[in-house]
Nanobody, 122 residues
Framework: QVQVAESGGGLVQPGGSLRLSCVASGLFFSVDSMAWYRQAPGNDRELVANITNSGTANYLDSVKGRFSISRDDFMNAAYLQMNSLNAEDTAVYYC????????????????WGQGTQVTVDS
């Protein structure tokens, strides 16, 4: 079984910063791409940032220049550094890890975490 766990959410004032962490654990061969999504009340879940196993990152237009995604392959972890936060960034943030399970060859299976709440409010 594979588990994905996020941490680092909380309440922050506008203009502040937070760093989210995501760790994949369990029995698997490797982690392929990792991504952060978010979902605000009444909205669809949207892709915030993703990073491939070669380190290529992509971002939602509204977070470019403010958010930065990184990964630590030794720890099977991904991080989202969020700066200059504003109220529109308030949402539950979810991590998705694409995992190659033992015995699956090269097939990638996506696993999601439970989410961590980020609230930007003065």
């Amino acid at each position: 079984q594979v588990q994905v766990a996020e941490s680092g959410g909380g309440l922050v004032q506008p203009g502040g910063s937070l760093r989210l962490s995501c760790v994949a654990s369990g029995l698997f061969f490797s982690v392929d791409s990792m991504a952060w999504y978010r979902q605000a009340p009444g909205n669809d879940r949207e892709l915030v940032a993703n990073i491939t196993n070669s380190g290529t990152a992509n971002y939602l237009d509204s977070v470019k220049g403010r958010f930065s995604i990184s990964r630590d392959d030794f720890m099977n972890a991904a991080y989202l550094q969020m700066n200059s936060l504003n109220a529109e960034d308030t949402a539950v943030y979810y991590c998705k890890a694409g995992v190659v399970r033992v015995g699956d060859g090269s097939r990638v299976t996506d696993y999601w975490g439970q989410g961590t709440q980020v609230t930007v409010d003065s």
